[in-house]
């Protein structure tokens, strides 16, 4: 994974994805995610964590930028990536979860408490958080 400033290397097999552009994809890209996760090897309830993920970055992505993304899964040894890639500036990742007063926040802290992994990379046409799960 990386940390942010780096740049994320490819992944080595060519991966699955799916784009996304409003709310209504949303349920299309858990299906995606869910299938796709289970049959690279991950276990379904860590399968279903990593959808949960997904779901909040693609969120995310329809409520903070102009445009959809794309999301990309792939198998590495010992674990599944998946990708979120967007147009929009930085997730504010790093971040403690909200109190429990607050309405909104809580997405990107859930993202990092129940995934393995977490990095991200930001540049001038948008952001990519890359995502692992051990199997």
């Not at 060519?14 to 858990?30: C, F, T, W």
């Not at 995310?60 to 792939?74: C, K």
């Not at 979120?84 to 309405?103: I, T, Y």
């Amino acid at each position: 994974m990386v940390t942010p400033g780096e740049q994320p290397s490819p992944p080595a097999v060519r991966p699955a994805e799916i784009p996304y552009a409003k709310p209504a994809d949303l349920a299309v890209v858990r299906e995606f995610v869910r299938t796709e996760a289970e049959s690279l090897g991950l276990p379904r309830l860590r399968a279903d964590l990593l959808t949960v993920a997904v779901s909040e970055l693609a969120t995310n992505t329809l409520q903070h930028t102009d445009g959809g993304g794309v999301v990309r899964i792939w198998a590495e040894p010992g674990r599944v990536c998946c990708e979120v890639v967007d147009h929009g500036a930085s997730p504010g990742f790093g971040r403690d979860m909200p109190s429990a007063n607050e309405v909104r926040g809580r997405g990107l802290a859930i993202v990092e408490r129940i995934c393995d992994e977490v990095g991200t990379d930001i540049g001038p046409a948008g952001t990519s958080v890359r995502l692992g799960m051990r199997n």
